[in-house]
């Protein structure tokens, strides 16, 4: 007798208990073992791009909070850094030590999160209990600040919403050691936890060529052993000031991932100590009282060879240079420096502070960076963010496009599922961190 | 060194090059479409410049505009920490370009997303398919003269 | 006690309206079925767990299958890919079964207006509560929990 083997489809997903996020995986199953996997997304397609392109750039603000929703406080900043690189803004010292300590405050509840749910997939649920806890605490902090607890839209073109809170560094403090003690209970919980090393080690693996060869970035790709790092490689806002490591893995399986992970939220919590350390008193947000390039001032400013300002703009005018009429102003720089609102007090008693305030939220004004493109990446919680912003000179982006960390792996994870085991799916998904906002846009 | 891939690659591809730049130091290559892979894989394995990763690939519609449309890849060397743009215009009613797939396979799901959004084809693309919007769907969302509000219900009521 | 018991305990005997006992019965047994697919996804989670902590209301155990539940909470924009496996699930959960729709997104579209996202849940199943918010804080969901417990108490028991 001839034994016939066939493969089974199976459908995991996109409503499936142990998907955390709507994704469908197609599986050729070969008794448990996998021998093909497709996955399918876009099941949480919410046009980010094409509303983009319909909002005014501080419209664009909220949309950005729920891409990734597990850490917007990084996506805020990332769009403002975009828009501001294109404007040529330089946002304040205590702005950008605002904006590190925000955003590593973002990547430990992301990571939390993270490493909650996926142990809490192995069984593990007084993790899970544990982990968002301490991430709630971080919450109330952040809601103290942003006044959100979720979806804060606190990044502004040009600073931030508001300053920190008078007490904020003292209560900083009291939740960051509350949350490194979970981190120690959850070591001891896990890290040496026979079920979840078994699950863990040696699953869903990865070689540090093709995670470099599918673009994967972030605790992912550092646990493969290549220590990529946007805030070390090309270091935006004070990073450079900054005394942290780059904690890398070396066999790329999902207890790398997890040791990177929990040794990364260590890491952030020192930044966090450093930030509240050395940061200045001062303003959060650029100066409200723009400047106007004029045309001929620009002609003057080239004559004496000071074009080192100009040159980084597309300019578009006659080529005489003389066209000093209104309507070429915003083609030859930003026309109006001011992206920040006026205090709402100005606002309600005085007209100058009025008109301001309309001439950034009107449709048809607004803030209006220069013809040109950007590409501004930053390192999110799950690898390299960035937006890619088109302006037409207009106060609404022409393109906006958001590279989103978890796409490369996702594209990666049929081929690291493959050969494993049914049951390794879980803790392999759960390690990829996919956030179906930002994966799907 | 912002302006030295650019110089290494102008040298190399004299005809393919349609202009550089460095606007706000974000070093930038306009290529023409058919030499898109040529450049892509010189920029990959040359010694000095190792391009491995590829960054990110979309596309931008400049409507109105011609060519209208505009493919734009992002590319990342680790030896040099050096950052490049690449940009191909690509124009026509039904445009197209070749696939970077075989070079990164990076490039599968990001051609397919530009497929998706754009309706750009890409000459080489093993299986290339919509990715965010469903099988159903017909026309190409993040064109510009696709209306922002137009459903295309699968269930419920068709408004 | 919300229900009217009539009798006398003494002798270990009363009476009620078999509607209202079953009804508040039911109201403490919420078995939820969590459909999550967006950012209201992590308040839900916050919710759940050990600081909010939905087990005083009887409805600590979510159950993933949609055949074991008889809550199904919708958290998150549903988009018109999705909205077809929702209503599916929506099918195969068994009677009596109420739906809350959790966050502005599923009670009205949200902020997401455009071709990709239904506008409200309801114009593919019906819904019992509404919560909304982007996200609903804890207690607001608390709060919509309480009000699906009283309509279930009240309302006509299928039995
Ligand atoms: S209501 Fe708001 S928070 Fe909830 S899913 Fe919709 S956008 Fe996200």
Redesign the pocket.
Known sequence: MTETTRTMLLNAGPAHPAMHGVIRIELGLDGEVIRQADVEIGYLH?GFEKHCEASSYTQCFPYT??LN?VSPLINNFAFAAGVEKLMGLEVPERCQYIRVLMSEISRICDHLTCIGASAMELGAFSVFLYMIKAREWLWELVEEVTGAR??VSYGRIGGVKADLTADFAERCREVTSKVSEVLGEVDELLTRNRIFYDRMRGVGVISAESAVAYGITGPFLRSTGVDYDVRKASPYFVYDRMDFDVPVGGQGDNMDRYLVRMEEMRQSLRIVEQCLEQMPEGPTNVDPDGKLIAPDLMADLGKFGKTRGLLSNEVLIEPTLQGSEKRFHDRVYAADKASRLPAKEQVYSNIEALMNHFKIVMMGHGIRPPRGEVYFPMEGANGELAFYIVSDGSDRPWRVRCHPPCFPIMAALSSILEGDQMADIIPTFGSVNMIA?ELDR | MPGSTLTRLQESFPEAILGTHSRLGEDTAILKPEALRRVARFLKEDPRLRFDFLMDLTAVDHWKRKPRFELVCHLYSRSNNARLRLKAPLGGASPEAPSLTSLWPAADWYEREVFDMFGIRFRGHPDLRRILMYREFQGHPLRKDYPIDKRQPLVGPKD | MEVDFKGTPELGFFASRLDDVVGWARQYSIFQYPFV???????YMATACAHYDVDRFGAGLPRFSPRQADVLFV???ISQKIAPVLVNVYQQMCAPKWVVA??????TG???DNYATVRGIDHVIPVDVYIP????RPETVLQGLMMLQEKIRKEKQEL
């Open positions: 919410r909070d729920r929703y979720l979806t906002g | 697919t967006a950012c209201c996804g992590m308040e958290v998150g924009t959790f966050g502005v997104c599923t009670c949200g902020f997401y918010g982007c996200p609903p």
